[in-house]
């Protein structure tokens, strides 16, 4: 057998199941769970997408790209799920969008779905629109830590953030060179707030993280901090895709 590239939509061999997470105000959101295929998680990602008013969904493509390859390729969990009122091929969550207030719910659904599997060492994995719902809400969960993608800062007060301070909690944000909102000069100054706050400024990116050469350094910066023993992730798949 032939290795195969590991770029662009490619789907590595994973555990997947639909799920549904009831939120505590009567909604549904939908969403997938991807596993490793014959080991338990070592860590498990709970993704929070970009703005749904601007086409964020479950299949952002970092996200998605995140949940086909990391359970093989770094034993790590991926969770992903449309926030209420957003539709994806998976289906469409119950509700309306919520302006990151609402998503609140949302994300503690998620979480209640974590604890009640057992997922281990759950670290937050929000991109944009989802990293603002990450730094208001997060810290009412039990996180090993939380990963920012491309924060804007438009909706989380300064109080939020720095509530951070102290946490205990490892947040690391990842800032393109190029993005539409925040840049790296100002992100540390907005983050300064944060001392412990790890700013990663990503020379040539923009906030869309597109070609194969920023999905994987996100990627390998996420393995970094989840699972560092499975660094350096392979560019090749020498296994079954089956």
């Known amino acids: ?19 549904e997470l ?8 939908v969403g997938e ?3 490793p295929l014959e080991k338990a998680p070592v860590a498990t990602l709970v993704c929070l997408h970009p703005l749904p008013t601007h086409g964020g969904f479950m299949d952002s493509h970092i996200l998605r790209k995140a949940a086909a390859r990391l359970p093989a390729l770094a034993d790590v969990g991926v969770l992903r799920f449309n926030f209420r009122g957003v539709t994806s091929p998976r289906g469409t969550s119950g509700g309306e969008f919520g302006h990151g207030v609402e998503e609140r719910h949302d994300l503690a659904a998620a979480m209640e779905f974590v604890e009640q599997l057992s997922l281990p060492n759950p670290w937050l994995l929000g991109w944009s629109f989802g990293t603002e719902v990450v730094l208001k809400w997060g810290l009412e969960h039990p996180i090993a830590g939380a990963i920012l993608l491309s924060p804007p800062l438009h909706r989380a007060t300064e109080a939020e953030l720095a509530a951070w301070a102290g946490s205990g909690i490892p947040l690391v944000a990842m800032i393109p060179e190029f993005d539409d909102y925040l840049r790296p000069a100002e992100a540390r100054e907005r983050f300064s707030v944060v001392p412990d706050a790890e700013i990663v400024a990503v020379e040539g990116a923009k906030h869309l993280w597109v070609g194969e050469k920023y999905t994987r350094r996100v990627l390998s910066e996420i393995v970094e901090r989840v ?10 798949w020498n296994g079954s895709l089956a």
Do not use: F, H, K, Y
């Open 22 to 29: 009831p939120t505590s105000d009567g909604l549904t959101l």
């Open 227 to 236: 699972n560092p023993a499975a660094l350096p992730l392979p560019t090749e």
């Open 33 to 35: 769970l991807a596993l």
């Open 1 to 19: 057998m032939s290795p195969v590239d590991i770029a662009g939509g490619i789907e590595l061999p994973a555990r997947r199941q639909d799920i």
